[in-house]
């Protein structure tokens, strides 16, 4: 499997961006998918998280709300839509997936992830 993230770029406070990932040389459904952010300085962060075919998304507390991952399944392309950004926002944003059994963990850690896109950068000003 191959990742590719684009859709990043800048946006004013309360702006919003559509990030995607699109996943290549997928052979199985049996996937857990998720968004991690990196800021400058700061650790990995899962975003959101959901398994490959659908099913309960996870979100963390400080995009809930704001943030909205799906999929569009005729492009193998995950999408992550992001409104009322903040400029906590700001970050490198990734897509990685894991083992289908890891959609089960509390959330996600990157750690548990073996397949990463190169990222896209977010600033919100």
């Known amino acids: 499997v191959q990742l590719v993230e684009s859709g990043g770029g800048s946006a004013q406070a309360g702006g919003s961006l559509t990030l995607s990932c699109a996943a290549t040389?997928?052979?199985?459904?049996?996937?857990?998918i998720a968004w991690f952010r990196q800021a400058a300085g700061k650790e990995r962060e899962g975003v959101a998280r959901f398994p490959y075919t659908g099913g309960r998304t996870y979100y963390a507390d400080s995009v809930t709300g704001r943030f909205t991952m799906s999929r569009d399944s005729t492009k193998d392309t995950m999408i992550l839509q992001m409104n009322s950004l903040k400029p906590d926002d700001t970050a490198m944003y990734f897509c990685?997936?894991?083992?289908?059994?890891?959609?089960?963990?509390?959330?996600?850690?990157?750690?548990?992830?073996?397949?990463w896109g190169q990222g896209t950068q977010v600033t919100v000003s």
């Open positions: 040389g997928v052979t199985s459904n049996l996937y857990c």
């Open positions: 990685a997936t894991a083992p289908f059994r890891t959609c089960l963990a509390d959330r996600p850690v990157p750690q548990d992830y073996n397949v």
